[in-house]
């Protein structure tokens, strides 16, 4: 707007008179004065309006969340009134003016309160504009920036995957299936998988952020409906360390990226920065070994399991915190019985794959392999798992046309999120979460009212 001053500009204008565009965030009337503070999207200032102020009649109607432009001159404050910890804690607005630009119903909550998660996501829109809230966010919107950062400097290029798709493309997770054109079925991608491989093809290097869909009826603090796949694929890469140790690096240009610009949002959250070892690789460990020390700490033997539970996942990140002073491990090697068709058999390790999954403060946040790039070598994986090749003659088109060796991976945004600020419901790291109860509103509800 015109003549508009943004409130984390208003120390550079003191003595002057300027216009703010901002929110109400609070009204307070003391005596003879009314006190606000004004918000916008760079902070939150003080607002006075002086029992002479020709703004003080309009003043008395202002209410939370109202949007107005204001006009007021930047004073220092008393000595005395100084909040040194606070930004424009030195200055305050005197309110002159007001033009009211949009009003606003009563909150439906009390904003400063703690929310459950219910209050939290029945009122999105609204819990959104709250300081935690937006520091979750802000801190997602800057791992999404370096992540792009990191992987253009290193000459991946960007590219966009459909979300519609003709087959199931894992093979292992339920699909959202709709109707198409013709009388056939499409349905909601599972994961960029096919699409990024093919593109290895092209540009050889590759990411996406894409939004996928899984079917399962999902109700934990660690899985979405919809969710946001960060996604890496390399080509030319002697074997699965190549991607690993990009993904160290990666992780570790996020992190170093999130303390330069977001130490505010991590303190007002409570969270730490995580603990990042020296090196050019994350530790890691085979599937077997780790469950051989699982097995021999806690006397459960779990040795003989294809995959890891919860709590050996949280076992082995305290154990890699302590011994590696590292908040990441990465777990290898797991069975190809457990493992998409498309990861590569290890022919030192048989009936292993050269897989790898990452795991962050007792979570698994990513999950990759070397892929089969050898044509007929797939095409068997497929059959041995059960799947008709020929449903996936266009993805096999790239493999029958020379695909170098390649590799990559995919890790959940949320997951991330929520993992770097300690948040234990991935949910509140999801700006509208869906899962087996909820898209935006609770799906009992809609039922309530259909009755
Ligand atoms: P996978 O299915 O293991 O692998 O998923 C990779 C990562 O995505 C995240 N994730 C989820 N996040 C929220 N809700 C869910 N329901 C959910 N499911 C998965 C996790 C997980 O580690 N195509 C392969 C990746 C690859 O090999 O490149 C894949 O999708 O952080």
């Known amino acids: ?135 979750i966010f802000k801190v997602q919107s800057e791992i999404l920036g370096s992540f792009r950062e990191f992987l253009t400097k290193e000459n991946f290029t960007e590219f966009r995957a459909p979300a519609i798709v003709g087959g199931d493309a894992e093979g292992g997770t339920e699909v959202f299936k709709f109707d198409y054109f013709y009388g056939k079925t499409a349905y909601l991608g599972t994961s960029p998988q096919l699409y990024k491989q093919m593109m290895v093809g092209v540009f050889e290097r590759v990411f996406t952020v894409a939004n996928v869909f899984r079917a399962e009826k999902h109700a934990t603090a660690r899985h979405l409906n919809e969710y946001t796949s960060l996604d890496i694929e390399m080509g030319f890469i002697d074997g699965p360390e190549d991607v690993m140790k990009m993904e160290s690096r990666l992780l570790k240009y996020v992190t170093e990226h999130l303390k330069k610009v977001c130490s505010k949002e991590f303190e007002l959250l409570g969270a730490e920065f995580p603990l990042i070892p020296e090196g050019d690789m994350f530790p890691a460990m085979k599937l077997t070994d780790a469950q051989k020390l699982i097995s021999d700490a806690t006397g459960v033997d779990c040795t003989q399991e294809p995959d890891l539970d919860p709590e050996h996942e949280r076992w082995l990140c305290e154990y890699s915190k302590k011994e590696f002073g590292s908040d990441f491990i990465f777990i290898t090697n797991y069975p190809r019985t457990k493992r998409p068709f498309y990861a590569m058999d290890d022919e030192n390790v048989p009936g292993r794959t050269k897989c790898y999954d990452l795991l962050f403060r007792g979570l698994e946040l990513i999950s990759g392999n070397q892929r089969e790039h050898r044509y007929e070598k797939l095409v068997e994986k497929m059959k041995w798992k059960g799947l008709d090749p020929e449903k996936f003659s266009f993805y096999l088109q790239a493999f029958k046309y020379g695909l170098p060796p390649h590799g990559g991976l995919g890790m959940g945004l949320e997951r991330l999120t929520a993992r770097f600020l300690n948040i234990p419901n991935i949910k509140e790291a999801t700006l509208f979460p869906r899962d087996i109860n909820r898209i935006d509103q609770l799906l009992s509800k809609d039922n309530d009212t259909q009755k």
Request: charged share 30%; hydrophobic share 40%; glycine share 4%.
């Open 1 to 135: 707007m015109k003549d508009r001053i943004l409130i984390a500009d208003l120390n550079q204008h003191i003595d002057q008179e300027v216009a703010i565009c901002a929110w109400t965030d609070t009204r307070r009337d003391q005596g003879k004065m009314v006190f606000f503070e004004f918000r916008d999207r760079t902070g939150k200032v003080q607002g006075v309006t002086l029992p002479n102020s020709p703004a003080m009649e309009i003043a008395k109607t202002l209410r939370s969340e109202w949007v107005v432009k204001v006009t007021g001159k930047v004073n220092k404050r008393p000595e005395r009134n100084i909040q040194a910890d606070k930004i424009n804690g030195d200055i305050e607005l005197e309110v002159l003016g007001v033009e009211v630009l949009s009003e606003a119903h009563e909150l439906p909550f009390n904003s400063t309160a703690d929310l459950n998660l219910d209050t939290l996501l029945d009122n999105r829109p609204l819990t959104l504009r709250r300081p935690r809230e937006q520091a």
